[in-house]
């Protein structure tokens, strides 16, 4: 455990340590304030996605022109002033919906998963991060708040997912990115003490990292797939 605790520190480049993480002490009031509003935008942003891929999978909304309107709501996204808050989220929840309405192609023809995985992957994800916000609402202490959600999250997927092979597979992935979030928002509780927190960022950067922890799984799945088939 110390080690993952240190090669996470490493990567953030931070003085906080693992006593700070499940210090039950209450959260100041302005890193408490961030803290729930890049949860809020992350719920948003993963119910948009959700409703993007809902609509492909309906009227098979995705291909080149989201894929297109993705990456320029994305580039208008960044070139917009943080001041512009509202501007700002908007862009956001654009790129999100194009994205859930696109994802769908490359999961097909890469991966050969149907759509309608793709979409109980996504709840499952905005299960994860309803606990959260719904933690963040409720407790004002870091500890209290990330062993809630773990623990509200866990039971609420093991009630949403039927027993299956490829479930299970999901549910660890989940259980990664539950880790990765506590990881982060100790990152963004830091990063408080300093000033504003940029949430359309931070809710940005946590949400494009679920695609990249799906699609590293799955080529570590695809590897042993195919070591296991040149042994026999």
């Known amino acids: 455990m110390n080690f993952i605790v240190n090669a ?5 480049n931070r003085n906080w340590t693992r006593q700070d993480m499940m210090s039950s002490a209450p959260i100041t009031q ?44 994305l580039l208008w996204l960044y070139r917009t002033p943080q001041q512009r808050v509202l501007e700002r989220l908007l862009y956001l929840m654009d790129v999100a919906i194009c994205f859930g309405a696109s994802v769908g192609l490359f999961t097909k023809y890469f991966f050969e998963i149907d759509q309608s995985a793709v979409i109980r992957f996504l709840q499952g994800a905005a299960i994860v991060f309803g606990c959260f916000l719904f933690a963040a609402k409720v407790h004002r202490e870091r500890s209290a708040i990330y062993i809630t959600s773990l623990i509200n999250t866990c039971i609420l ?10 479930t299970l597979k999901a549910y660890v992935l989940l259980a990664f990115f539950m880790g990765y979030l506590v990881l982060y928002s100790q990152e963004i509780l ?43």
């Open 8 to 12: 996470v520190k490493l990567y953030f």
């Open 157 to 166: 997927i093991l009630l949403w997912f039927d027993v299956s092979q490829w």
């Open 190 to 232: 830091y990063d408080a003490r300093f000033g504003e927190i940029n949430f359309a960022n931070c809710a940005f950067t946590v949400f494009f990292c679920l695609p990249a922890i799906v699609v590293h799984a799955v080529r570590l799945c695809l590897g042993a797939n195919i070591e296991l088939h040149r042994q026999n």
């Open 30 to 73: 302005h890193a408490y304030t961030s803290l729930k509003t890049v949860y809020y935008t992350l719920f948003l942003a993963i119910l948009a996605t959700a409703f993007g891929s809902y609509l492909h999978l309906i009227w098979e909304t995705g291909g080149v022109l989201s894929i297109m309107k993705c990456g320029t709501s």
